[in-house]
């Protein structure tokens, strides 16, 4: 009887790790898909057109960018036109 305890407790000790770490690999492996599922996926031609969309917003902002240093301008000259002083050159 002793010999079969001494037996059932290595076959314990074998197996429990081993029945652990296939839990273990199951859980990563049902959440990387999970992860991978909910990640949306975009086509080459939706991702083209997020480029070309970016591209039109950065000009309209460079375009904005340039228009307030106009009315910047613009605001710092005006005094001066008021008080009819001549215009630096």
Do not use: C
Not at 39 to 47: D, F
């Amino acid at each position: 009887m002793e010999d079969i305890m001494k037996l059932f407790g290595v076959m314990m000790a074998v197996m429990m790790p081993a029945v652990i770490g296939w839990g273990i690999y199951a859980w990563i492996a049902n959440s990387s898909k999970r992860l991978k599922a909910s990640r949306p996926s975009v086509s080459s031609q939706e991702l083209e057109q997020l480029r070309t969309r970016v591209e039109e917003l950065e000009h309209g902002q460079r375009q904005v960018h340039e228009l307030a240093e106009r009315l910047d301008f613009v605001e710092r000259i005006l005094p001066t036109l008021r008080e009819g002083k001549a215009l630096p050159k």
